[in-house]
C-alpha cells in the first residue's frame, strides 16, 4: 500500500520502518566495538598480537569492501522490489550465520586466529551489502530535504537504541556469567607459565562462552526480524525526470568522489571524530574493567551511555534545526572532551564513572545523528554543480562508510597491539601499571586530539545554512520544472 500522501511527504509508519532497517547495523556494531577485543583476549585466549590482526584486518577488509559494494550497487537494475531492496534481502541470512560463528569458540587451538579471521571477514561484506543500500536508500525515500532529515532522525534515534539493545544483550548476558580473572604474579601470567586451571575455572569458561552463544542468537532473530519491517514497510522511489547515465567504471566513481571538495572535507572532518569515538568504545570495557576496576558493573556503565545517547537524539535534531548543522558539531562533538579527561583525571570512583557515561552519552548520539544528516547536503550540492550526473547516491554513502570503517581497523588495531606491548595479561585480575596508563591514553588523550584536529578540518566545510536552503530551493524548482514538463507531455 501507497505510505505516500498527496504532497509527497512520508507517513510516520514508513519513517519507522525505515528506521527500524538501521538496527540490525548498530546492534551488531555495539556488541562487536565494546566485546569483541575483550572476547577475543579473555575467553577465546587469544595472544594480544594476534587479536590485533583479527580486529584490523577485519575492519581494513570491511572497508574495502564498501566502495566496492558502493560501485556494484550503482550500476544495478531496477528492479520491482527497487534497486537497493535486493541487496537488504538476499544478505540477511549469510549476514546472521556468519556473525553467530564468529561468537563460537572452536575446539582446536591452532585454527582459532584463521578461524575468527575468516568468519569476521565473511560477516563484515555481508553487512556491507545490507547497510551501504539501506544508507543510499535514504535518497530514495523522498525528495524533499526536510523529509530525509526527519527521516534520518528516525534513523539515528532507532540507531542509538540499537546500540542499547545491542549492549543490553551482550552485556546482561555476559555480564552474568563472567568468566573468573586468574590471581597470581603478573610477570608469571604473562609469560604464560600459569595456564592450568581448576575444574570451577573452566566450567565459568564455558559458562561464559555458551553465554556469548545465546547472546548472538537473540541479536541474529532481531537483524532478521528488522530486515524483514524494511523490505515490507518501505517502497523506494525511482527517480524520474532525470536522464539515466551509463554506468561509470569503478575507478571514474572514484575519480568524482574524491575529486569533490565539500564531500572530501566533510569526510575527512568525521573521519578523525569517528576514530575518536571508537578508540574510546573499543577500550571502555577494558577500561572500566581494569584501570576503574570495576570488573562486575562495566556493561551496566556501558548501557548508561548508550540509554543517554537514544534520549538525546531528539534535543540534536532541534538543535541541528534551530541553530545549524555545523553550530551543531562543534558543539556536540566536544561536549564529550571534559568529561574523557574527568574519567582518567580523578580516583575510581562508581558515582563519577555513571555521571561521565551520561555526559558522555550526549555527544555519542551527536556523533551518530550529524554524519548521517549532512550526507544528503552534499549530494544536493553534488547534483546543482553537476546536473548532468546522477545516480551516484550508492557510491558517495560507500566511501563515507569505507573511511569510517578504516578508522575503526586503525584504532581497534593500534589500541590491542598497544596493549600487548604494553604487557596486557590474559584474564589477569589486575594489569601492570603500563597497561593501565596505555588504557587512559586510549580514552582520553587520544581521542581529544583526534576530535580538534577534525573539527579543525570541519572548519573548511563550505555548505552552511544559508547554501543548504538554497540548495533545496534550487533542486525544488527544477522537481516542479520537471513535474510540469511530464503533465505537458501527458497533455499532448
Known amino acids: 500500500p501507497s505510505r505516500r500522501d498527496n504532497s509527497g511527504r512520508l507517513s510516520v509508519c514508513t519513517k519507522l520502518c525505515y528506521a527500524i532497517g538501521g538496527a540490525p547495523y548498530q546492534i551488531t556494531g555495539s556488541a562487536l566495538g565494546f566485546f569483541l577485543q575483550i572476547y577475543l583476549l579473555d575467553v577465546a585466549q587469544l595472544d594480544p598480537l594476534h587479536a590485533s590482526v583479527i580486529l584490523f584486518v577485519g575492519r581494513a577488509w570491511d572497508a574495502v569492501t564498501d566502495p566496492t559494494v558502493g ?48 568468519f569476521y571477514c565473511l560477516f563484515q561484506t555481508l553487512q556491507t551489502c545490507f547497510h551501504v543500500p539501506y544508507s543510499a536508500l535514504t535518497m530514495f525515500i523522498s525528495t524533499e530535504q526536510k523529509e530525509r532529515d526527519s527521516a534520518t532522525a528516525y534513523r539515528m534515534t532507532v540507531e542509538v537504541l540499537g546500540t542499547v539493545v545491542g549492549t543490553a544483550i551482550q552485556g546482561q548476558i555476559v555480564g552474568g556469567a563472567i568468566a573468573p580473572c586468574l590471581p597470581g604474579d603478573l610477570d608469571i601470567l604473562h609469560n604464560g607459565t600459569s595456564v592450568l586451571l581448576g575444574s570451577d575455572n573452566n566450567i565459568s569458561l564455558n559458562g561464559t562462552k555458551r553465554a556469548y552463544l545465546i547472546a548472538s542468537g537473540i541479536i541474529c532473530i532481531i537483524y532478521v526480524l528488522c530486515a524483514a519491517i524494511l523490505f515490507l514497510g518501505v517502497r523506494e522511489q525511482e527517480e524520474s525526470g532525470r536522464l539515466k547515465m551509463e554506468p561509470m567504471s569503478f575507478f571514474d566513481g572514484v575519480k568524482m568522489v574524491m575529486g569533490y571538495g565539500p564531500y572530501v572535507k566533510l569526510v575527512m572532518g568525521f573521519l ?22 570495576f570488573r562486575n558493573d562495566f556493561q551496566n556503565i556501558l548501557l ?152 579543525f578540518i570541519f572548519k573548511s566545510y563550505p555548505i552552511d545554512e544559508a547554501k543548504r536552503q538554497g540548495n533545496r530551493k534550487l533542486l525544488d524548482n527544477e522537481q516542479d520544472s520537471e513535474t510540469e514538463s511530464t503533465e505537458l507531455g501527458t497533455i499532448v
Open 272 to 293: 578523525f571524530t569517528s576514530l575518536a569515538f571508537m578508540l574510546l568504545e573499543g577500550n571502555f570495557a577494558l577500561f572500566c574493567t581494569y584501570t576503574l576496576g
Open 71 to 118: 560501485f556494484l550497487v550503482s550500476r544495478s537494475r531496477w528492479t520491482r522490489f527497487g534497486r537497493m531492496m535486493p541487496w537488504i534481502l538476499i544478505s540477511t541470512p549469510f549476514a546472521v550465520l556468519t556473525y553467530f560463528m564468529i561468537w563460537f569458540v572452536p575446539p582446536v587451538e591452532q585454527g582459532k586466529v584463521l578461524w575468527y579471521l575468516v
Open 304 to 455: 548508561v551511555i548508550m540509554l543517554s545517547g537514544t534520549l538525546s537524539i531528539p534535543f540534536w535534531q532541534w538543535f541541528l534545526s534551530r541553530f545549524g548543522k555545523k553550530t551543531a558539531v562543534y558543539f556536540g562533538i566536544t561536549w564529550a572532551v571534559p568529561f574523557m579527561i574527568l574519567i582518567v583525571s580523578i580516583e575510581s570512583s562508581l558515582v563519577v564513572a555513571y555521571v561521565v557515561s551520561v555526559a558522555a552519552g550526549v555527544s555519542v548520539a551527536a556523533a551518530f545523528l550529524l554524519p548521517w544528516s549532512m550526507l544528503p547536503d552534499v549530494v544536493d550540492d553534488f547534483k546543482i554543480n553537476h546536473p548532468d550526473s546522477n545516480g551516484h547516491e550508492a557510491i558517495f554513502y560507500s566511501f563515507y562508510v569505507f573511511f569510517t570503517k578504516f578508522a575503526s581497523g586503525i584504532s581497534l588495531g593500534i589500541s590491542t597491539l598497544s596493549l600487548d606491548f604494553a604487557g596486557y595479561v590474559t584474564r589477569g585480575c589486575s594489569q601492570p601499571d603500563a597497561v593501565n596508563l596505555t588504557l587512559k591514553v586510549l580514552v582520553a588523550p587520544a581521542p581529544a586530539v583526534l576530535i580538534v584536529l577534525g573539527l
